[in-house]
């Protein structure tokens, strides 16, 4: 007999199978886990569809606009961590601090094991928001730019967290707010208005930003809205050849708002000058993004309000001080 031949003696092996057969044991091995797995599917602020095996009752948030919006979600509670200068609501100050929408602590996120974390698209680089799915946690990227993404943004964050009820009933208040602003404001020829953000340079806010929106609920037009720049330095020659009938000061405090408004006085032909509608604005709930910034809005329109010319028939009642 031809050795070489010979067949091998049987070693106890099972018998071998298919390459096909081995993935459908595997398949039909995992599919109770599998199915537990996604069953959670939430489309974000951006676009992108997360997939969580139930809502997030562990969220980091990267965004102090966000996370007031999760309060105001009813997810308050499952807030594990979140970004400097998350001071709204108040209770808010007293979650820990993993960094801020630039820079954050990767140790300490993973550390508080979250099961969603909410990134900022406006304000947090790409290249961060990598960072964080490459330790494997999943996403949700954030984004508001007019004040009707703020009850959008409620709703879907009450789908991430499973508070649904509560994000409805939140939402819809926060559009009731709205309509009235818009109903009490509305203007069929909206004054052109020029809102300062810095001074020296002059800085203004282009079209696309929140503030332009909060602007165009009180009755006004953004004299700048046609720029694509979220914040365009403008010179004086192009303010005085765009005239604005309204120069708002978005300053700080009140002390650089009177300041800049001062600066301006110097040149009697703008139009807002002539007729002294110079308004300063401190209230910094306008530009945090969170539900917060509806009140500052209704806040605003009032001040504008009282810097109106008084209509034909009314009589102008002397400032205090005058």
């Given at each position: 007999?031809?050795?070489?031949?010979?067949?091998?003696?049987?070693?106890?092996?099972?018998?071998?199978?298919?390459?096909?057969?081995?993935?459908l044991?595997?398949t039909?091995l995992?599919?109770p886990?599998?199915?537990?797995?996604?069953a959670?599917s939430?489309?974000d602020?951006?676009?992108?569809?997360?997939?969580?095996?139930?809502?997030?009752?562990?969220?980091?948030?990267?965004?102090?606009?966000?996370?007031?919006?999760?309060?105001?979600?009813?997810?308050?509670?499952?807030?594990v961590?979140?970004?400097?200068y998350s001071?709204?609501?108040?209770?808010?100050?007293?979650?820990?601090?993993?960094?801020?929408?630039?820079?954050?602590d990767?140790?300490?996120?993973?550390?508080?094991?979250?099961?969603?974390?909410?990134?900022?698209?406006?304000?947090?680089?790409?290249?961060?928001?990598?960072?964080?799915?490459?330790?494997?946690?999943?996403?949700?990227?954030?984004r508001?730019?007019?004040?009707?993404?703020?009850?959008?943004?409620?709703?879907?964050?009450?789908?991430?967290?499973?508070?649904?009820?509560?994000?409805?009933?939140?939402?819809?208040?926060?559009?009731?707010?709205?309509?009235?602003?818009?109903?009490?404001?509305?203007?069929?020829?909206?004054?052109?208005?020029?809102?300062?953000?810095?001074?020296?340079?002059?800085?203004?806010?282009?079209?696309?930003?929140?503030?332009?929106?909060?602007?165009?609920?009180?009755?006004?037009?953004?004299?700048?809205?046609?720029?694509?720049a979220?914040?365009?330095?403008?010179?004086?020659?192009?303010?005085?050849?765009?005239?604005?009938?309204?120069?708002?000061?978005?300053?700080?405090?009140?002390?650089?708002?009177?300041?800049?408004?001062?600066?301006?006085?110097?040149?009697?032909?703008?139009?807002?000058?002539?007729?002294?509608?110079?308004?300063?604005?401190?209230?910094?709930?306008?530009?945090?993004?969170?539900?917060?910034?509806?009140?500052?809005?209704a806040?605003?329109?009032?001040?504008?309000?009282?810097?109106?010319?008084?209509?034909?028939?009314?009589?102008a009642?002397?400032?205090?001080?005058?």
């Amino acid at each position: 007999m031809n050795s070489a031949s010979a067949t091998p003696p049987d070693r106890g092996l099972p018998p071998r199978r298919a390459p096909w057969a081995w993935r459908l044991a595997a398949t039909l091995l995992l599919a109770p886990m599998l199915a537990g797995a996604g069953a959670w599917s939430i489309t974000d602020d951006d676009g992108h569809t997360l997939s969580l095996s139930a809502p997030a009752q562990r969220i980091v948030s990267l965004s102090p606009g966000a996370t007031a919006l999760l309060f105001a979600a009813g997810a308050g509670a499952q807030i594990v961590g979140t970004s400097e200068y998350s001071i709204e609501p108040e209770a808010a100050r007293n979650i820990p601090r993993v960094g801020d929408s630039q820079s954050f602590d990767s140790e300490l996120i993973l550390s508080l094991h979250p099961d969603v974390v909410i990134a900022w698209v406006d304000g947090t680089p790409e290249a961060q928001i990598a960072r964080i799915e490459r330790l494997g946690i999943p996403v949700y990227r954030h984004r508001v730019q007019r004040l009707d993404d703020l009850a959008v943004s409620i709703r879907r964050l009450g789908q991430l967290a499973g508070t649904q009820a509560v994000a409805q009933a939140s939402a819809a208040a926060l559009e009731q707010q709205l309509r009235q602003i818009r109903a009490q404001f509305h203007s069929d020829q909206p004054p052109s208005i020029l809102i300062q953000i810095w001074q020296s340079p002059v800085y203004t806010v282009g079209s696309g930003q929140m503030i332009s929106d909060a602007l165009a609920s009180c009755g006004y037009r953004n004299l700048y809205g046609d720029l694509a720049a979220a914040s365009p330095a403008v010179t004086l020659e192009s303010v005085l050849a765009r005239a604005p009938e309204v120069i708002l000061a978005l300053a700080p405090d009140a002390v650089q708002g009177a300041e800049w408004l001062a600066q301006w006085r110097r040149f009697a032909a703008i139009p807002a000058v002539a007729h002294g509608r110079l308004v300063s604005f401190t209230d910094q709930a306008l530009s945090r993004l969170g539900p917060a910034t509806v009140s500052a809005t209704a806040a605003l329109c009032t001040a504008l309000k009282a810097a109106e010319p008084p209509r034909l028939g009314q009589v102008a009642l002397p400032r205090a001080g005058a």
